[in-house]
């Protein structure tokens, strides 16, 4: 029987990846996504074949109407998800404490936790239902080691690492296997929004070093999710081999 995947945050980066990962093993794939173009733009590009078992959705999952809405409108080939994949998430500035911009830190709380809590909440009803299902948070390392100026970034994510503890504790009991991955560097879109589409500042966070890419972390997603159903890959820092821990990076001129 054909599994089907709801991932988050699906319009670029980790998301895109990962829809593309399991659509190409055969997967059915819900995409929700702010930007409803980019994920059109790069699904058309896949065969045909592939394109029937993707269904994109425009949600902002800080909302909570949008998330419940679209959770209606879901078809019936698609109703029964296997597997949830919290991706939707972003940090916005990089300033200590007392220079930040509160609406940064509300959209940074609304979409890395609120939103995280709104999707998992309507999602797992039915997995408990079915007792059977399995959620995969993406985390940070800034989950597991504040850093200089991360500040309400690294709460956000510290929370998301306290949440999947929590769910894995209340869901386990329901045969609902609950994991979290934790990368470091990756190279996409996160450090251009953080900087508020400053490109030549995003540039500089991977400079003269080699960053994960978008592919690693759907490929690590893709290994967890088809562990046997007896295993639960609970939690895996990923990082690149030049990056020792949050604040420390080993560059060089070679890149």
Sequence with gaps: MMKTILVTGSSSGIGKSTAIKFVKAGWNVICWGRRFKKMEAWKNKLPEIDQKRIFLQGVDVMSENQ?????QLIPEKFKVIDLLVNNAGLALGKSPIHKGL?????????TNLKGLLYVTKMISLDMVDRKSGQIINIGSIA???????GNVYNATKFAVDALTRAMRQDLS????R???????????EFSEVRFHGDKKKAQQVYKNMSPLKANDIADLIFYVSNTPTHVNVADVLI???????ASIVTRDSNN
């Design 239 to 245: 990082l690149p081999a030049q990056q020792a821990s």
């Design 178 to 188: 609950v994991s979290q991955i934790c990368p470091g560097m990756v190279e996409t």
């Design 143 to 149: 989950g597991k080691e504040t850093y200089p100026d």
């Design 102 to 110: 509160i609406k940064d830190w509300e959209q940074m709380i609304d």
């Design 67 to 71: 998330v419940t809405e679209a959770i």
């Design 173 to 176: 009991q329901h045969q609902i």
